[in-house]
């Protein structure tokens, strides 16, 4: 089993359409979570940070369910510029150093 | 505004072939790590290091070697190619705010693309 796992997509919306994605991860003991955004051969961009809860920016709103081992972004108001491949990544300890685990991504397409 | 920079940003090898990828930063970060990112996977980490002179091994080190000799740079090389190492390969680095390493959010590099023929 893959230690942070998403459903890779796609998903196609239309614009204005609302979406959201669930990750798991398996380490309980993970403290901190992150969605980061990567454009087609891009790098991958800080999106949302998650230490506790849950966080919101604008209309982008993650939460975070510790005892179900899952985060989850919700995206309001799709527009057209957030298409785009959305990493889940989780913040680890193993091997005797501090590791982000990545997921493979959910990819979204959001149409006119 | 560099954040992270890598060069080349392409690169095509033919199998046994050496290079070296380099990472540069110019935000004084402590923080710097090698990934690889393979189609349907998610990004691997290869090297880390946590300080000028300091390297450590990630996930999947094998087949790759780094160096931090100054605190901007972390380089890494490829003695012998393999077409296994064809792949891209991201350069990332980080601090930590307040001293928590929750809190640690890496900022990444355009990235390399490297086929290995």
């Known amino acids: 089993r893959k230690e942070v796992e998403q459903d890779p997509g796609p998903f196609n919306v239309p614009e204005g359409a609302t979406v959201a994605f669930n990750c798991t991860y398996s380490?309980?003991?993970?403290?901190?979570f992150f969605w980061y955004r990567q454009d087609c051969r891009k790098e991958p961009k800080l999106l949302m940070s998650?230490?506790?809860s849950g966080n919101e920016d604008g209309r982008f709103t993650a939460q975070l369910n510790r005892a179900s081992q899952y985060i989850s972004l919700l995206i309001r108001d799709s527009k057209l510029s957030d298409s785009a491949t959305y990493l889940c990544?989780?913040?680890?300890?193993?091997?005797?150093?501090?590791?982000?685990?990545f997921g493979a991504g959910t990819r979204l397409a959001v149409h006119p | 505004n560099a954040g992270v920079t890598q060069t080349p940003k392409f690169r095509v090898l033919k199998t046994g072939q050496s290079m070296t990828l380099l990472c540069a930063q110019d935000m004084n970060h402590e923080y710097m790590y090698w990934y690889r990112q393979d189609p349907g996977m998610g990004l691997r980490l290869i090297h880390y290091?946590?300080?000028?002179?300091?390297?450590a091994k990630g996930e999947v080190p094998d087949g790759y070697n780094v160096s931090r000799l100054k605190k901007q740079n972390f380089l890494l090389g490829l003695e012998s190619a393999a077409p296994s190492q064809t792949s891209v390969y991201f350069c990332a680095s980080s601090y930590v705010p307040d001293g928590s390493i929750i809190k640690n959010i890496q900022y990444f590099g355009a990235g390399t693309r490297l086929s290995v023929l």
């Open positions: 998650v230490y506790s």
């Open positions: 990544v989780a913040l680890g300890f193993s091997g005797g150093y501090n590791k982000l685990i």
């Open positions: 290091s946590v300080g000028e002179g300091t390297t």
């Open positions: 380490n309980s003991a993970s403290q901190s």
